[in-house]
Nanobody, 123 residues
Framework: QVQLVESGGGLVQAGGSLRLSCAASGRTFSNYCMAWFRQAPGKEREWVAA????????YYVDSVKGRFTISRDNAKNMVYLQMISLKPEDTAVYYCAASQLGPRSRESEYAYWGQGTQVTVSS
């Protein structure tokens, strides 16, 4: 089992920044690729970004490229999502997820999930 706990969400004005954190515990963190997903009100959950086991490979959905950066610290069992130039359409609950299968973009390929942290971007 891997337990994931997100933090860092909040209310921010458009153009602002936030850094989300995800603390992992349980099995060996470096055995898992990590990802961030988000779910806006009335919409399906969507993949946002993923990072490989070592952190060398990073992947993003087109809508956040150039604005969001995913990173991980295997020594601290942490994964981060730095978000800049936030837009109202970034408003969502953000979830951290772990997969042994690789830096995938489909929910079904992630076995472990956090409870989510709310990000609200006001216009």
């Amino acid at each position: 089992q891997v337990q994931l706990v997100e933090s860092g969400g909040g209310l921010v004005q458009a153009g602002g920044s936030l850094r989300l954190s995800c603390a992992a515990s349980g099995r060996t963190f470096s055995n898992y690729c990590m990802a961030w997903f988000r779910q806006a009100p009335g919409k399906e959950r969507e993949w946002v970004a993923a990072v490989t086991w070592s952190g060398s490979g990073k992947y993003y959905v087109d809508s956040v490229k150039g604005r969001f950066t995913i990173s991980r610290d295997n020594a601290k069992n942490m994964v981060y999502l730095q978000m800049i130039s936030l837009k109202p359409e970034d408003t969502a609950v953000y979830y951290c997820a772990a997969s042994q299968l690789g830096p995938r973009s489909r929910e079904s390929e992630y076995a472990y999930w956090g409870q989510g942290t709310q990000v609200t971007v006001s216009s």
